[in-house]
């Protein structure tokens, strides 16, 4: 991708993300972009591209891509199948506790359109140059809640969050730490990032780290649904995960 971009980066990491089941369309959720060297890949929830208990099986997902970036409006949909011969295409984690809510499905750069407009966080993204995140690290959660976005222009939104468990702690013994931030239904799969004060050259203009990777809400099944808001808070999982799931 060529040319000086005047919106910061970190929007043009996430994509909508739409699962379908042959033409029936499924769902909503978001993505973002990985890349490895050469390989491309397209993170999201494990939950969004299989969730057996749940019924949900879709066989392709669709993104939007901007394809002009003098232009914002123009898009393109581009579909990324997701079994060959019977055998699903993307890879998920697994550790000590069970199954890891990420996914990644390679992308092959060839068949994207010439002119696709797109930025990835790289492996050197996900070591910041943050002395330490601590709780109350001012995050951003960018995606598309209930499907929202900018339709003129094709943009996820950002939220607010703030890291709201020990980063580095495995909650629970889980491998993710906890946000307080408000999401929604669609969010899943939207990259956790903080911004770097001190970037190194290593990560050009997209000056975030990547912590984690959203997955859900996070309540509390004793909460009195009448008297009780809901607690606010969400799993992140380590974005560490994609140096696992990336490699050849």
Not at 123 to 131: I, K, N, Q
Request: glycine residues 8%; negative net charge.
């Amino acid at each position: 991708m060529a040319g000086k971009m005047l919106l910061d980066p970190l929007l043009f990491t996430t994509v909508r993300v739409l699962t379908f089941r042959q033409q029936r369309r499924l769902t909503n959720a978001s993505g973002f972009f990985f890349q490895r060297g050469e390989h491309l890949f397209l993170v999201t929830s494990r939950h969004v591209l299989i969730d057996a208990p749940n019924g949900h099986f879709p066989d392709r997902i669709e993104i939007e891509l901007h394809v002009d970036q003098e232009n914002l409006a123009k898009s393109v949909v581009f579909s990324v199948p997701l079994y060959r011969d019977g055998t699903g295409l993307w890879r998920q984690g697994f550790d000590s506790a069970g199954e890891i809510d990420v996914a990644v499905i390679e992308i092959e750069r060839d068949a994207l359109p010439e002119t696709a407009v797109y930025r990835a966080f790289t492996p050197e993204h996900l070591h910041s140059s943050l002395d330490e995140v601590a709780v109350g690290t001012a995050l951003l959660i960018v995606g598309f809640p209930l499907g929202f976005h900018d339709t003129v222009y094709h943009m996820p939104v950002a939220r607010h969050a703030i890291v709201a468990s020990a980063f580095g702690v495995r909650f629970q013994g889980e491998g993710y730490f906890l946000t307080d931030a408000r999401t929604h239904r669609g969010t899943s799969g939207a990259p956790v990032a903080a911004r770097v004060a001190a970037p190194e050259p290593a990560l050009g203009d997209l000056t975030w780290a990547l912590l984690g990777v959203h997955s859900a809400r996070l309540d509390v099944g004793t909460r009195d649904l009448a008297l009780d808001e809901e607690l606010g808070l969400n799993c992140a999982w380590y974005a560490d995960i994609l140096m696992t799931l990336t490699a050849s």
